[in-house]
């Protein structure tokens, strides 16, 4: 990609990010702009697993409320250079519950175009069962399946997009919950500091009222105590 291309992509994110703020000062009720902040490290190396754990802030209401703040741990188990086996757990606390979620996913890598590791581009589907549970006896389950696109501009960043629906059901709901999709960046400053960057935008089907949307900017900092990994990691947004 060349860098009128990369230019006129932040350009659009911006574009995009001002039509949000103004048009949620129209219709309030029909459009939140969040913000997601995270804290993240990650461990693994030369054998074919990792770990990471990440803290994680998110905050609603035109980024006035802190909405919900969560501890998630996940274990990535790498059989091959295409597939991952990903289980996690998170434990959120909210206003009104404490949340729990386990969650079991596998993460396809397809490796596109030609550069200087043999490609300069990655194709990530992510497909995830989730079983969602509180400190109040309600149960509930979803799917997942994210699609991510990563293009190596640089070797200090990349750029791409992804977008996927999850589908919930439960004794409340059933039906897909919300759609979430955007560009992503991602600046490599060395082996150990990383920054992503993904002005996402979503949809969420709340019923019976229908649809409700949201500019939702995602910004999480990354530690990387070993990055010598036997096979290239996935790159791809756990949301």
Same mark, same amino acid.
């Given at each position: ?24 000062? $129209? ?26 754990? =990440? ?6 209401? $035109? ?8 501890? =998630? ?37 397809? !490796? ?37 696109? $990563? !293009? ?34 991602? !600046? ?47 790159? !791809?947004? $756990?949301?």
């Amino acid at each position: 990609m060349k860098r009128a291309s990369l230019t006129k992509t932040i350009a659009l994110s911006l574009f995009m990010l001002a039509c949000a703020s103004t048009y949620s000062q $129209n219709e309030i009720d029909r459009w939140d702009n969040w913000l997601i902040l995270g804290n993240k490290i990650v461990f693994g190396g030369d054998k074919d697993y990792r770990h990471s754990h =990440e803290l994680q802030w998110r905050v609603d209401n $035109n980024m006035q409320n802190l909405d919900q703040w969560f501890y =998630e741990g996940v274990f990535t188990y790498t059989p091959n250079k295409n597939w991952e086996v990903v289980p996690d757990f998170r434990a959120s606390v909210q206003s009104d519950r404490l949340d729990f979620r386990l969650g079991l996913g596998a993460v396809n890598k397809q !490796y596109l175009g030609s550069g200087e590791n043999g490609f300069n581009s990655q194709f990530v589907t992510q497909t995830k069962y989730q079983l969602d549970f509180d400190n109040k006896n309600n149960v509930r389950h979803g799917i997942r399946i994210v699609f991510s696109y $990563n !293009y190596i501009y640089s070797k200090k960043l990349l750029i791409g997009g992804l977008v996927g629906p999850f589908y919930r059901w439960s004794e409340n709901f059933t039906g897909i919950e919300f759609i979430r999709g955007g560009p992503t960046f991602t !600046y490599i400053f060395d082996e150990i500091h990383t920054i992503a960057f993904a002005p996402l935008f979503g949809a969420g089907n709340i019923k019976p009222n229908g649809w409700a949307y949201s500019f939702t900017p995602m910004i999480s900092i990354i530690f990387r105590v070993n990055k010598d990994y036997k096979y290239i990691p996935a790159k !791809y947004i $756990n949301f």
